[in-house]
Every structure is written in C-alpha cells, then in structure tokens.
Nanobody, 119 residues
C-alpha cells in the first residue's frame, strides 16, 4: 500500500500564491505517477495536473496552465503543487493521488487539503 498526506492548504487573496505538498510513504517504489485533483462544492472532481516519478514529465488541465506547476523531490518522496495567480474559482479541496501504471486509474488518494481564494 501507499499512503499520501497533503499539506499547505489555506486562505489566500486572489492573485496570491500557495504551495501544496504531498508526501508518500509505504510501497513508494511502485508509484509510476502522481497527480493532483480538486473538487469544489457541488461539482465533479477534476484533474489538475500530474507528474511521472522517474522522468518528471508533467501534464496540466487547461484551466491551470501557466499558473500552476508540479514538481517532485524523489529523496523526500514528496510532490509539490505551486499555485500562482490564484483565482476565486480555484477554491476547492485539493487531493493528491498516485497510480502504479503508465495509464489508467489512480490507486491511492490522500485526505485532501482545503484551498480558499477570496476576491
């Protein structure tokens, strides 16, 4: 099993920045990629971005391209989501996830961390 713990959420004004962290533990050697998702009240969970563990290849949703950046620190088993130029519509619970395959569903999920952007 893999355990994921998110941190770094909080309140920020529009235009501000925030960095989320996700620390993985357990069978981390099985992780192929890690992703960030978010879910706002009354809305479906949506994909934010992802990064492969070995190569560091990233992918982003159109809504966050140019504003959000995913990075990793393999020595710390940690993935980061740097969020800049935040907008009120970015308000959501942000979840870290991990998958063990190149494609397909994510196998493990963190508990989520709240991000609130005020106008």
């Amino acid at each position: 099993q893999v355990q994921l713990v998110e941190s770094g959420g909080g309140l920020v004004q529009a235009g501000g920045s925030l960095r989320l962290s996700c620390e993985a533990s357990g069978r981390t050697f099985s992780i192929y990629a890690m992703g960030w998702f978010r879910q706002a009240p009354g809305k479906e969970r949506e994909f934010v971005g992802s990064i492969t563990w070995s190569g560091g290849s990233t992918a982003y949703a159109d809504s966050v391209k140019g504003r959000f950046t995913i990075s990793r620190d393999n020595t710390k088993n940690t993935v980061y989501l740097q969020m800049n130029s935040l907008k009120p519509e970015d308000t959501a619970v942000y979840y870290c996830a991990a998958r063990t395959r190149r494609v397909g569903h994510y196998d493990y999920w963190g508990q989520g961390t709240q991000v609130t952007v005020s106008s």
